[in-house]
């Protein structure tokens, strides 16, 4: 399979600041619902909302704002979220 095409398409792909906005509150939603969430918690709270880069792009804002912190869980291999 060729993915050098799918690179290049989602390289071009330009976040709105609006759905930048969306995809923020979404991962602060899944985190006020859960206090420490993983990817599939803040996945499911998107439901489709946004894309998955706005939502990568939102936690990398979140995180660079201070607002969440990011660490790996030990247990679960996974990437964990909370508020600082």
Do not use: P
């Not at 290049?8 to 899944?30: F, N, P, R, T, W």
């Not at 946004?50 to 990011?70: C, H, N």
């Amino acid at each position: 399979m060729d993915t050098t095409k799918k690179i290049e398409i989602d390289a071009d792909v330009h976040i709105s600041d609006d759905d930048l906005a969306l995809a923020k509150e979404i991962v602060m939603e899944a985190i006020r619902n859960v206090s420490t969430c993983y990817w599939a918690d803040i996945h499911d709270e998107n439901n489709g909302r946004v894309s998955l880069k706005a939502v990568s792009a939102a936690i990398s804002s979140l995180i660079k704002q201070r607002v969440i912190r990011q660490k790996e869980d030990d247990i679960e291999h996974d990437w964990e979220y909370r508020f600082v």
